[in-house]
């Protein structure tokens, strides 16, 4: 059996394992508001599923390349209210959420790289397996925004407070093996093969009596982020916050015009 979720987001189940594929046909699979949409529509579909116990999602090509800045709809938003915008800044947080809230165990299978909002989901799920030449990075930071999406205390969980901050605030590439040391990986499986052995993992899970799994997956989530909405509900506005300053603008001019950036604290 296939679902189809907007034009972009592919289901397909087998037994009791699903795989999820975000395909864009461009092999970025950058994250459009659309794009988002679909994963938001899939993983919804999937909650109320009782005949699947595992859920893989994967891309082809990139895992994501993170959100996608020349995405038309999100250009629409420059025209809204305060209110309006604060309202689809939503959509980004609401997909990691709905991916979280799955009762079914949950596995990225990520090949090339994952950015960005890329990564805010892969940290959504509960494991990761990544390709061997493949590469986590969150660039938000470096470029005067702050890493929303409610993504810190999943990244906190994963590989604690220390390694947290190099990684989310200097913006630099994690390497699969640096990834696997830390915590932010499960496993590091050769170039292609991710889809494959996240495959294999699902099938150890789906031997598991279901409503154990469920209530298990549960309770070790509420354990690792009891505080983590508490600490994180903010993050929206705080993104909008520092969407409007100074430095946010001349981070990506540096950006674009490849240059050091000259922040003031404004």
Request: aromatic share 6%.
């Given at each position: 059996?296939?679902?189809?979720?907007g034009?972009?987001?592919s289901?397909k189940?087998?037994?009791?394992?699903?795989?999820?594929?975000?395909?864009?046909?461009?092999?970025?699979?950058?994250?459009?508001?659309k794009?988002?949409q679909a994963?938001?529509?899939?993983a919804t579909?999937?909650?109320?599923?009782?005949?699947?116990?595992?859920?893989?999602?994967?891309?082809?090509?990139?895992?994501t390349?993170?959100?996608?800045?020349?995405d038309?709809?999100?250009?629409?938003?420059r025209?809204?209210?305060?209110?309006?915008?604060?309202?689809?800044?939503?959509?980004?947080?609401?997909?990691c959420?709905?991916?979280?809230?799955?009762e079914?165990?949950?596995?990225?299978a990520?090949?090339?790289?994952?950015i960005g909002?890329?990564?805010?989901?892969?940290?959504a799920?509960?494991?990761?397996?990544i390709?061997?030449?493949?590469?986590f990075?969150?660039?938000?930071?470096p470029?005067?925004?702050?890493?929303?999406?409610?993504?810190?205390?999943?990244?906190?969980?994963?590989?604690?407070p220390?390694?947290?901050?190099?990684?989310?605030?200097?913006?630099?590439?994690?390497?699969?093996?640096?990834?696997?040391?830390?915590?932010?990986?499960?496993?590091?499986?050769a170039?292609?093969?991710a889809?494959a052995?996240?495959d294999?993992l699902?099938?150890?899970?789906a031997?598991?009596?279901p409503?154990a799994?469920r209530?298990?997956?549960q309770?070790?989530?509420?354990?690792?982020?009891?505080?983590?909405?508490a600490?994180?509900?903010?993050?929206?506005?705080?993104?909008?916050?520092?969407?409007?300053?100074?430095?946010?603008?001349?981070?990506?001019?540096?950006?674009?015009?490849?240059?050091?950036?000259?922040?003031?604290?404004?």
């Amino acid at each position: 059996m296939t679902d189809v979720f907007g034009d972009c987001v592919s289901l397909k189940v087998d037994g009791t394992i699903a795989t999820v594929t975000l395909d864009r046909g461009d092999g970025r699979n950058a994250l459009s508001l659309k794009a988002m949409q679909a994963l938001i529509d899939a993983a919804t579909y999937l909650r109320s599923d009782t005949s699947c116990n595992v859920v893989i999602l994967s891309s082809a090509g990139a895992f994501t390349a993170g959100a996608d800045l020349k995405d038309p709809d999100r250009a629409a938003l420059r025209g809204q209210t305060r209110l309006e915008q604060r309202q689809s800044l939503k959509l980004g947080p609401d997909m990691c959420a709905a991916w979280e809230a799955l009762e079914q165990i949950t596995i990225a299978a990520i090949e090339v790289y994952c950015i960005g909002g890329g990564v805010a989901l892969a940290v959504a799920c509960d494991h990761r397996v990544i390709a061997e030449d493949a590469f986590f990075r969150l660039p938000e930071i470096p470029l005067g925004m702050n890493m929303s999406w409610q993504t810190n205390p999943r990244t906190v969980a994963l590989v604690g407070p220390s390694r947290a901050k190099q990684f989310t605030i200097l913006g630099e590439r994690c390497d699969a093996q640096t990834a696997l040391e830390w915590g932010l990986a499960d496993q590091v499986t050769a170039s292609g093969e991710a889809l494959a052995s996240a495959d294999a993992l699902a099938t150890k899970y789906a031997k598991v009596p279901p409503i154990a799994l469920r209530m298990t997956k549960q309770a070790i989530n509420v354990s690792a982020m009891p505080l983590g909405h508490a600490t994180s509900f903010m993050d929206r506005d705080q993104f909008a916050y520092a969407s409007t300053t100074s430095d946010q603008a001349e981070a990506i001019r540096a950006f674009l015009e490849k240059r050091d950036p000259n922040f003031k604290g404004d």
